[in-house]
Nanobody
Framework: QLPLVESGGGLVQPGGSLRLACSAL????????TGWFRQAPGKEREGIAC????????KYADSVKGRFSIFRDKSKRSIYLQMRNLKPEDTGVYFC????????????????????WGRGTQVTVSS
């Protein structure tokens, strides 16, 4: 079983919202910079959002800026991706991933920096 588990995907109409969750099975995500990535059909996987281990810094791809929000819930030791105003081009498999353990003030969505991944959850935006 992969160390990260995503949930919350599904089918939603354009303009709708979804909240994805990411939790770790064997470690505390509070100590890891975490990111969300997605792979659309026929395309390469891309980074869309990340949050520093401190939770004080986040970064977004231009394609989702203003519509998506990444945040931590330390009480649940989980990372969430709140997605609003969803568009058909947001369709894809969404993955969460964690960098090596460490306290960071910033983050980036360069996949090479992430070492722990989940299996992904499908998000389909369609009428």
């Amino acid at each position: 079983q992969l160390p990260l588990v995503e949930s919350g995907g599904g089918l939603v109409q354009p303009g709708g919202s979804l909240r994805l969750a990411c939790s770790a099975l064997t470690f505390d995500l509070d100590f890891y910079t975490t990111g969300w990535f997605r792979q659309a059909p026929g395309k390469e996987r891309e980074g869309i959002a990340c949050v520093s281990s401190s939770g004080g810094y986040s970064k977004y791809a231009d394609s989702v800026k203003g519509r998506f929000s990444i945040f931590r819930d330390k009480s649940k030791r989980s990372i969430y991706l709140q997605m609003r105003n969803l568009k058909p081009e947001d369709t894809g498999v969404y993955f969460c991933a964690a960098m090596p353990r460490g306290v960071t003030a910033i983050c980036d969505t360069d996949q090479i920096n992430y070492e722990t991944w989940g299996r992904g959850t499908q998000v389909t935006v369609s009428s």
